[in-house]
């Protein structure tokens, strides 16, 4: 199980990675930077545990997608 500061120290090592995950949908490097941040914070602070780096590496990337999918849907009125 990772601890807080290794989630912490992995997301950050990760940073370019998973805002670029973002930016891919968003096409905006601020708004892939606030989702990035979103997603560190729910990383920190939900009841979701993290057996290895692989597994925090994947759910982060996953979040970063859906949370920039949810954003852009809603920036152009799509219908969710």
Same mark, same amino acid.
């Given at each position: 199980m990772l601890s807080e500061p290794n989630i912490l120290q992995n997301l950050m090592k990760g940073r370019t990675r998973l805002s670029g995950a973002a930016w891919v949908?968003?096409?905006?490097?601020?708004?892939?930077?606030?989702i990035f941040q979103n997603v560190a914070l729910k990383a920190m +602070?939900?009841?979701?545990? $993290?057996?290895? !780096?692989?597994?925090?590496?994947?759910? +982060? $990337?996953?979040t970063a997608r859906r949370e920039?999918?949810?954003? $852009? !849907?809603? !920036?152009?009125?799509l219908p969710e």
């Open positions: 949908v968003m096409r905006d490097a601020h708004a892939a930077e606030d +602070t939900r009841d979701v545990s $993290f057996e290895n !780096e692989a597994a925090l590496m994947s759910w +982060t $990337f996953i920039g999918l949810n954003k $852009f !849907e809603k !920036e152009c009125g």
